[in-house]
């Protein structure tokens, strides 16, 4: 019989294996012989050229990012302004919106026949495209600024939060010792978030790296492109392989190093209580500029997609509403709502497990459950695939060897394959989240609760839990809103008859039909923002 | 030249006055302390000089530089001032040298960098540490180095906020000293906020004692201890005891103790009821049998005895120094007598 | 506790988490790269004549990858493609099964065949150029190989090189012409292209509307469906369809077609699926709705597809071509087609 105690201490590591086995199977093919000569044929090729759009779309869009998310956490933590309370929330909603669905609003209002250039010709009486300069959203640089616009929220977030848990003392200390505010800000309070900021640049780095759909769309070619060439096109699972684990390894070393290089350094996060009355409080030319900032922000990210998608299913609502549309929407909510909760369930085992037994092995379980996160939607799945199909090739062959009839595909011709597939790409957030909250539980707290006679796992459940409630919800939240999103692991992973909304919206997307996209579009926004909103103002109360 | 003048100082937080129309001037090289129960508003005096403090009326000069004034508020930065933290407020992403070389401007060499960061860090002994990040430090080495890295910027003012009160006792005065020391070096003139009146008794030349947004008296420790000006500055001061008095004539009064006869004059008029204020040390006390006052509680203290006694249906706390080793021991219950000593006549309505 | 007690309880759990795969009667599972809305009017046709429930897995990409893991479990009966370099690739795995039937010998000819029977066209479409309507006319004498000659430069707007579509137009050059002159047409063609290629094929007669390029190359059957959507039928005024290479080797003509997975569980669905799609209503229906070229010889194209005229065929054997489509898909890399 196992011991209570082992299970434990088994449970994290089988959570972290079953999350791992799709990439430990990309990583094994990735040392196969490259059978048709494809990485030699894309080494010789488009290799570096895929390489430095990847580079740069992922230097851009983090760069653009903190440009929207930098100043606005900023303004929102430690300034004061008319709607700050309001917009300090409003700015997290960006995240429910989908990156590809943004990318076709965009396009079509920017286009050549959008409304923005109709406008311009008949303004101007311009009549073809010669007669004036208007810059092509299909680039690499749309394509980032399309990225960084449902991105930002990520960085955002974490910024807001090291700022509002910075000692204001310091930045206090900072401005009598001769510097003013801004400098102050550079050389204080920015160094400070230092780790929010590696955080959330790591999270937009691996999202951008891991998309496929938008930088498709901009027509720019990326790593993901080669992987998908080399993997569907050229048959060379290999290649993509190799790809796939060069990408991880680099990514996997950039953020070591980063972690490395601040090792010395403690950042103490103390709790500053008097913190809301010392905000600058804005005026003048300052408000003005903040107010226009923020709006514009938002304007870009969420009202101007939001009313386009808006006006086109009013316009073919009775085109678009349908029976089939509610079933896909209960799909989405309950797949969305089963991956969530067990993505929170992964990461409060990884992360207790690392509380209760700190060291490497722990810490490399949290490491490795979020690795997923990087690796783009379609190779997932297909890593997906290799494990689950062989389990059940595995248990066919025992039941048949038993004299019984086999079952078939019990794990990858069901929902359990589409679900791991989300857990292994969306688990990363929810651990990042109850991490951040964990770490902020002072270890005094769990000896005092040991010493007044509760056990390892009843403290966690009586101290450490209620204590990062909110850092739950918060996990929670974001993996519902990214598995409302996810397409690639759902087209390629969904049993027969499986429609979520996002895998119905690309049927009409992949037409140039976005009008009769609009509304289950604007379902998977809206129902991302729903708990968001009941969320907040739930946590707002509390207080 | 006065270090800092404080005119008409007020200022309301929430519909709360939180400074009332305060005044206080600071001399040259002079180091007050301002002292005061928490909520009494010292904190928002000393975020006001240091210029961090908003919704202010009233006027504050430093070096008769006018930093507030109607329509002049001048930011922090440009004050030239030195703020020393509670919880020290060292940079924890620098080290040590950079912590103290951080408001070294770029005009500087880096030679000439490294040389002050080193004077500085001499002047509070800690050149050792110059590598170590603040975590690594105890916390009153982490003091220390927020003063080396106040001084590094050659303020004209310091302000401390409690800079001692999270540090061990032993420690405290330690570098109570210490500090008071490298300012009268420095010749730096300071205000120090404190709400414990030993640190401010061992700390400033002067105290100004404060009470709900007022400063309520300013003198050295000695003028505040033995001559308050209000009952609420004698009990903040020390132990106090009082009885109550009626005025025969300017230099007489009638007490429980007898007639007592004071050295100076006063104006008081003749049957006026005064209260006068008598501290432990002012009464003496002795074993007598037929004694008509009766100890209650006894404190022993090492160096003294604070002694609670009955007499005259009122209680007085005295304290009885043990000169020597078998000195008088009191027991709860011991008949006593009490008799004044001299003491300064401080008399309240 | 019996290792049979175990294995029926293992059963139990795993036919609970399986519920969600369909186990009815009479039915045929269905792996489709073809769009949901292109097929599903002649599935619901086939199950309103049968009462076989068709289930449909569509997806755009992996799905060959997704039965090759699978193996002799995959319950998928039938492949759809909607072009044959996919059959190829699907058939040379050994993924499919040769199938024996009267009606499909019947139906669809011999040319229409994969080897042994292992795929069948259902419908063929013209890679055909389109060309602005305001800007240029028609131009019935166009060749492929005239969009790489200079005069042609910054006129000509195409989806991305590595679609099917493109590859196996390249494929079909690389196999008339050999490698080296293809090459050179690719590096031509390159060079006069509008814009970086991008978008599908409608977005291509689009951007001839707005001005951007005179030529688009497109598939035929674009056509007809863009002429019937309210918002793309003003796309589909702007352009003339032309069918390229008339004089010399014939436009290149590519298939939607199918094939029976090796393990298929429901074979003989499949094949009666597969019959039906070779039929005349079902032909009809590709030939009405989806304006492509049937099959069946004696069902006619759509009014409107016939309008646009007769045309000579590349009477290329699909399966050389096929046999370019790997130095098809690596010559687009070498020459930075999409870059």
Known sequence: ?543 | MSALDIQELSCSYQKTLVLDGLNLTLNDNEIVCLLGESGCGKTTLLRAVAGLQSELTGKISIRQKVMNDIDINVAPEKRKIGLIFQDYALFPHLNVFDNVAFSLTSKLSQQQKQQRVEEMLALVQLNEMSERYPHQLSGGQQQRIAIARALAYQPELMLLDEPFSNLDQHVRFQLIHEIRLLLKQKKMSALFVTHSKEEGFAFADRIALMQAGKIVQIDDAQTLYRKPNSMYVANFMGQANYIDVTVLDESTYQSCFGVLTSKHQSNHKKGQKQRLLLRPEHIDIKHDQRGDAVVEQVDFQGASQQIKVRFAAQEFVIKYSNHCYDSVLFKIGDKVTLTLLEHGFVMFD | MSIKKISTSLLVGASVLASSMSFAAEEVNVYSYRQPFLVEPMMEEFTAETGIKVNVLFAKKGLIERIKREGKLSTADIMLTSDFSRLALFTEDGLAQSVNSDVLNKNIPSKFHGEDEQWFALTSRARSIYSSVDRVGPVPDITYQDLATPAFKGKVCMRSGKHPYNVSLLASIIAHEGEAKAKEWLEGLKANLARKPQGNDRAQVKAVKEGLCDYALTNSYYLGKMLNDPKQVSWAEAVHINFPNQKTTGTHVNISGVAVTKYAPNKENAIKLIEFLSGDVAQGMYAEINFEYPVKVDVKPSELVSSWGEFKQDDLKLADIAAQHEAAIKMMDEVKFDL
């Open chain 1, 1 to 543: 019989m196992i011991s209570k105690s082992t299970l434990y201490k088994l449970l994290p590591w089988v959570v972290t294996c079953s999350l791992l086995s799709p990439i430990i199977a990309i990583f094994i093919s990735a040392f196969n012989i490259d059978e048709n000569g494809s990485f030699t044929h894309l080494l010789d090729t488009v290799l570096f050229t895929y390489i430095s759009n990847s580079v740069l779309v992922i230097i851009t869009v983090v760069a653009i990012s903190i440009l929207f998310a930098l100043p606005s956490a900023w303004l929102v933590a430690c300034c004061e302004f008319p709607g700050r309370k309001k917009l300090q929330w409003v700015l997290m909603l960006p995240l429910a919106m989908p990156p590809y669905i943004v990318a076709i609003v965009y396009t079509d209002l920017l286009d050549f026949a959008g409304p923005v250039q109709l406008f311009l010709r008949s303004f101007f009486g311009w009549q073809s495209v010669n007669d004036y300069y208007f810059p092509d959203i299909r680039t690499l640089f749309g394509a980032s600024v399309i990225l960084a616009l449902s991105l930002f929220p990520y960085l955002y977030l974490l910024l807001r939060s090291a700022f509002l848990t910075q000692s204001a003392g310091l930045f206090q200390a900072a401005r009598t010792l001769g510097l003013p505010p801004t400098k102050a800000f550079f050389r204080v309070s920015l160094p400070l978030s230092r780790s929010a900021m590696a955080v959330g640049i790591s999270l937009i780095a691996m999202e951008t790296l891991g998309d496929f759909a938008t930088v498709n769309y901009f027509a720019v070619h990326t790593l993901t492109t080669a992987i998908y060439d080399t993997w569907l096109e050229l048959g060379s699972l290999t290649t993509a392989a190799k790809i796939s684990s060069v990408m991880l390894l680099v990514l996997v070393g950039l953020i070591s190093l980063e972690n490395y290089s601040r090792r010395k350094q403690r950042v103490y996060q103390r709790n500053n209580s008097g913190q809301v009355d010392l905000r600058f409080v804005l005026a003048g030319w300052r408000k003005w500029g903040t107010l226009i900032f923020i709006w514009t922000l938002l304007s870009l990210s969420l009202f101007i997609p939001i009313s386009t998608l808006v006006y086109y299913a009013v316009y073919y609502f009775k085109a678009s509403l349908n029976e089939e549309l509610f079933d896909y929407t209960l799909n989405s909510l309950w797949l969305a709502f089963l991956v969530a909760f067990l993505a929170l369930f992964v990461a409060l085992i990884v992360n207790f497990y690392q509380r209760l037994t700190p060291g490497l092995a722990a810490k490399s379980s949290i490491r490795l459950s979020s690795l997923g996160y990087a690796v783009p939607g379609t190779v997932v799945a297909i890593g997906v695939l290799i494990p689950l199909t062989n389990l059940d090739h595995l248990l066919n062959d025992l039941l048949l060897s038993l004299d019984l009839s086999p079952v078939g595909l019990v794990f990858s011709g069901s929902l359990i394959i589409l679900v791991l597939g989300y857990l292994v790409r969306f688990t990363a957030i929810a651990v990042g989240s109850v991490d951040s909250s964990l770490v902020q539980v002072a270890p005094s707290l769990d000896l005092a609760s040991r010493t007044l006679g509760n056990g390892a796992v009843k403290t966690l459940w009586r101290v450490n839990m209620p204590l990062i409630r909110k850092g739950m919800l918060t996990a929670f939240i974001l993996v519902f809103i990214e598995a409302m999103k996810e397409l690639p692991a759902a087209l390629l992973l969904r049993p027969f008859n499986f429609e979520t909304l996002a895998t119905y919206v690309y049927q009409f997307v992949s037409d140039e039909m976005i009008e009769y996209a609009a509304l289950p579009a604007l379902l998977i926004i809206v129902l991302g923002l729903i708990p968001f909103i009941i969320v907040n103002n739930l946590l707002e109360k509390k207080v």
